[in-house]
């Protein structure tokens, strides 16, 4: 038997009176958490929820997702994690590609949450997760999640599952079309989080972590609360990020574990009072999207770290590959394949790339890798030819074995037939001292094919001209890579981990 729950309910019988989750005043002990959990499974079965079928959940970083996440799993059944900014619209094209056949859904998204839960058949019931225990105001026919957890038994031994069951469908971004679920076994989940907790990070009871990160995501579902979880750790919750709430609660809360995407760091690293607080970080990780080199750097200097950078998707779980505590790190590396993961370099013809510093396209085997998008045989065919998972990023590997992300496959720019990278050019964007945020991207043109368009926002209260900025890059890149469209932005649009959304700009 394997059943994720077994992380949580691991760390209660050691240490129940311990603080799991902590959100405002609010803390939960490791005992109640647990016991939530089985009440949840036990008020799924009641509901009719059997082992093996999908729950969805439309949840912020509040406690209720915890439980309702583990408490699925305490019932046998599959998680169906939502981003939170779905519309109506997407949330029922989720629930019905998903088999979902219930929703949880916060009190401030249930407009959307009720349209699209009456828009799906197979979805039976809808429940309604409060801040606190007043009446629910809810639809007719919705279910109140705390009623629904006081007035169940709660299920007292682990639902059996195998490790090759489902344990979690996420949805990838679904940038080339509609988002596919990446089905993720009992296995999968559960071994990456142990790994991360006990080998890539070494987490303790004595770990204290801000989530920040959605718990819907895969980075802060696996590598916070299901690692930390299991090590015994303590969570604080903070449902939207921003820089002062992030620093007070990591001052008063003496928050030792910090992860985050590079627009998170960026935000810490030039919030105007930083320099105030007195924070007892000791290990901050990235991931999300590329770091860049000289964010990376300034943040480790402003705060005495060290920000390990790794790399993963949906699909890998995600920890695919990590810079380790017990090797040197290298700026700008995704590191190296964690253990039991192998990588493979491959070019257009999905031929092995052997040289060092040789552009391919990352190729994945190993325990972490889905066992398949959804109901989607087609996608599964094209992601797994050759028996490896094709993840369409374009890397880099050193003499040493380390990675280096070059770009998204998709995002390349083909600018009079010369592939260009648009993370090389980001990079060289990062280092002008009036750019606060950038992202390059390809424009139609009519004799190259595409053209190399930057889209840049700036430092407060620093500014510079679209020829400042292409004269920039112009001296610190070859011909064909320097842009030759700027366009300023206040604001990069950016989606609920903080990772700038290129689609929106295209």
Request: hydrophobic content about 45%.
């Amino acid at each position: 038997m394997l059943n994720l729950a077994t992380l949580l309910r691991e760390s209660a019988k050691k240490n129940p009176q311990k603080p799991a989750l902590v959100l405002g005043d609010v803390k939960i002990s490791y005992g109640e958490l647990d016991a939530f959990s089985a009440r949840f499974g036990g008020g799924l079965a009641k509901l009719g929820v059997a082992p093996g079928k999908h729950v969805a959940l439309l949840l912020p970083n509040v406690p209720h997702f915890t439980i309702a996440y583990y408490g699925a799993q305490y019932a046998g059944a599959a998680v169906v994690p939502l981003n939170v900014l779905l519309t109506a619209d997407e949330i029922a094209y989720h629930l019905e590609d998903s088999d979902a056949v219930a929703l949880v859904a916060w009190e401030g998204f249930l407009e959307q949450a009720h349209a699209a839960f009456l828009r799906v058949d197979s979805c039976k019931h809808l429940i309604v997760a409060k801040a606190d225990r007043a009446d629910l105001g809810a639809p007719e026919g919705a279910v109140n999640m705390t009623a629904l957890i006081g007035g169940s038994a709660p299920i007292t031994d682990l639902t059996n599952r195998m490790p090759d069951d489902t344990a979690v469908i996420l949805y990838t971004s679904g940038t080339t079309g509609k988002a596919k679920g990446a089905e993720l076994t009992q296995f999968n989940m559960f071994f990456n989080a142990l790994y991360a907790q006990r080998f890539l990070l070494h987490m303790t009871e004595a770990t204290t972590a801000l989530a920040t990160l959605p718990l819907f995501h895969s980075f802060g579902q696996t590598c916070i609360q299901n690692a930390v979880l299991s090590a015994g750790g303590t969570i604080v919750l903070l449902p939207r990020f921003d820089p002062k709430t992030a620093l007070d609660l990591m001052q008063a809360h003496r928050v030792n574990l910090f992860a985050g995407v590079p627009t998170m760091y960026f935000a810490l690293l030039h919030y105007p009072e930083a320099s105030a607080y007195d924070l007892g970080l000791e290990i901050c990780i990235s991931g999300g999207s590329a770091m860049p080199v000289e964010v990376m750097s300034a943040f480790d200097a402003k705060y005495g770290v060290n920000i390990l950078e790794g790399y993963g998707l949906s699909e890998t779980s995600p920890i695919a590959s990590f810079n380790v505590l017990d090797r040197p790190k290298k700026a700008g590396s995704i590191g190296l394949p964690i253990w039991g993961v192998e990588f493979e370099l491959v070019d257009a013809d999905d031929k092995p790339v052997t040289k060092a510093g040789e552009p391919g396209e990352i190729c994945i085997k190993g325990h972490n890798v889905m066992k398949g998008y959804y109901k989607k045989p087609e996608a599964n065919e094209e992601a797994f030819k050759g028996g490896w998972f094709h993840t369409g990023d374009v890397a880099t590997r050193d003499e040493d074995g380390y990675y280096f992300i070059v770009d998204r496959k998709k995002d390349m720019i083909i600018r009079g037939g010369f592939n260009v990278y648009p993370r090389e050019i980001e990079e060289v964007l990062y280092g002008h001292p009036a750019i606060a945020e950038a992202a390059v991207i390809g424009v139609p043109h009519e004799s190259h094919g595409e053209e190399v368009k930057a889209v840049v926002a700036f430092k407060a209260g620093k500014s510079a001209s679209a020829d400042e900025i292409v004269s920039y890059c112009k001296e610190k890149l070859a011909a064909y890579k320097y842009p030759r469209v700027v366009e300023v932005m206040e604001a990069l649009p950016k989606g609920p981990t903080g990772k700038i959304l290129k689609r929106e700009l295209k």
